[in-house]
């Protein structure tokens, strides 16, 4: 299982996109898939697919703090067939950990613990890959995720304080000791000739570009009702969208 963390330093900048058409794309190449959302602070309107909203990372949560009374986190392991309880099936047989808004969660004081929690036991679960949807906070559980998997993708554009920011952000983590060798940028959006180069983006940040994702064409836009189910991936006609696509999973 390959463990994908989908993240960004600014809200709204394509995580929960990639996230989702990362993973329907992988599924619908044959392999098998979980996509976790483990953004609790987003309102939900955009969520998992369009799928029914339980069960959810909450129930998984409550759960956890139920055995969190008889062990330490670490020694918490659920089973196969209980893990699975907790997932929703997408059309394409795509599995999703779906979560509501939850807000308050973000203000538990245990809850890097939880998370860690989390991750480690889908981690175990028979899937080829796992992509992990976050929010853009830099607070400790997104840390834990970012531990936690093999790769870590930041979707941004190349505006210059974008790029800049991410620089800081970079620089902040390795002062705390994370390494960010595995980290790897999704530029989300063509980038707009005047603001920051590619070639300059990779040199500054130390980090690969590795994908171009084109902003989609308005003619193909599902309307607001269907977004939820509708994967840009699945419709042949996206070809730009979908080759780009298949680029930054072809690196993973
Ligand atoms: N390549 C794209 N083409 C067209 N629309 C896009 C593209 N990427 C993102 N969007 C749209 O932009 C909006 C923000 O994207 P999205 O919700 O994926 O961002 P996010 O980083 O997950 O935001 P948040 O930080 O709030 O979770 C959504 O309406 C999404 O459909
Ligand atoms: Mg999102």
Redesign the pocket.
């Known amino acids: 299982m390959k463990t994908i963390m989908v993240h960004?330093i600014h809200?709204?900048?394509?995580?929960?996109?990639?996230a989702k058409e990362l993973a329907g794309y992988t599924q619908l190449q044959g392999n098998k898939v979980l996509l976790a959302d483990l953004?609790f602070i987003?309102d939900p309107h955009?969520r998992a697919l369009g799928l029914p909203s339980s069960p959810n990372l909450e129930d998984l949560l409550k759960d956890i703090d139920a055995e969190a009374e008889k062990n330490p986190y670490f020694a918490i392991n659920f089973s196969e067939d209980k893990l699975r309880s907790y997932l929703l099936t997408h059309n394409t047989g795509l599995k999703v950990l779906s979560s509501e808004n939850a807000k308050e969660l973000a203000e538990n004081e245990e809850i890097a613990h939880k998370i860690r929690t989390v991750v480690r036991n889908l981690k175990q679960l028979p899937y080829d890959m796992l992509v992990i949807?976050t929010?853009?906070s830099n607070r400790d559980y997104n840390q834990v995720i970012l531990e936690e998997a093999d790769h870590v993708l930041i979707?941004m554009d190349n505006f210059r304080y974008n790029v800049k920011d991410l620089i800081l952000y970079l620089h902040k983590l390795q002062n705390m000791g994370y390494s960010t060798e595995n980290f790897k940028i999704v530029l989300?959006?063509v980038p707009d000739p005047i603001q920051v180069t590619i070639d300059e983006i990779e040199k500054d940040s130390g980090l690969p570009v590795i994908g171009i994702?084109?902003?989609?064409d308005k003619t193909y836009h599902p309307s607001p009702e269907t977004?939820n189910i509708y994967l840009n991936v699945a419709d042949p006609k996206n070809v730009d969208f979908i080759n780009a696509i298949k680029q930054i999973v072809a690196v993973l």
């Not at 809200?11 to 990639?18: A, C, H, I, L, S």
């Not at 994702?213 to 989609?216: A, I, R």
């Open positions: 960004s809200r709204g900048e394509g995580k929960t996109k990639v953004d987003t955009s949807d929010d853009s979707v989300n959006k994702v084109p902003v989609l977004e």
